[in-house]
């Protein structure tokens, strides 16, 4: 079993950077792959970004490649969303998964949830 924690969310303006971060607990932190989902209103759940159990691998959906990074670190059982260049489209309530499946971008394909961030961007 894996809990996992989300903080860091606010409101930025547009071009701000923004650090989440999600905890977890558990000791089998490292052998799952770590993803970040997010949710605006009235739209479904989607991919954001995934990185591999030890960190060597990371996958990006196209609307976020080349300003959101993701990375974890295993001694911390934490994984970490930074956000830059944020856009008013990037508004919504982000989610920290777990899974144990590489390359995949299903809701489905992932385990835990944690209960979200809300993650609000302004123009």
């Known amino acids: 079993q894996v809990q996992l924690v989300e903080s860091g969310g606010g409101l930025v303006q547009a071009g701000d950077s923004l650090r989440l971060s999600c905890t977890a607990s558990g000791r089998t932190f490292s052998s799952y792959t770590m993803a970040w989902f997010r949710q605006a209103p009235g739209k479904e759940r989607e991919f954001v970004a995934a990185v591999s159990w030890r960190g060597g691998s990371t996958d990006y959906a196209d609307s976020v490649k080349g300003r959101f990074t993701i990375s974890r670190d295993n001694a911390k059982n934490t994984v970490y969303l930074q956000m830059n260049s944020v856009k008013p489209e990037d508004t919504a309530v982000y989610y920290c998964?777990?899974?144990?499946?590489?390359?995949?971008?299903?809701?489905?394909?992932?385990?835990?949830w944690g209960q979200g961030t809300q993650v609000t961007v302004s123009s």
């Open positions: 998964a777990a899974g144990t499946n590489w390359r995949v971008r299903g809701t489905y394909n992932y385990d835990y």
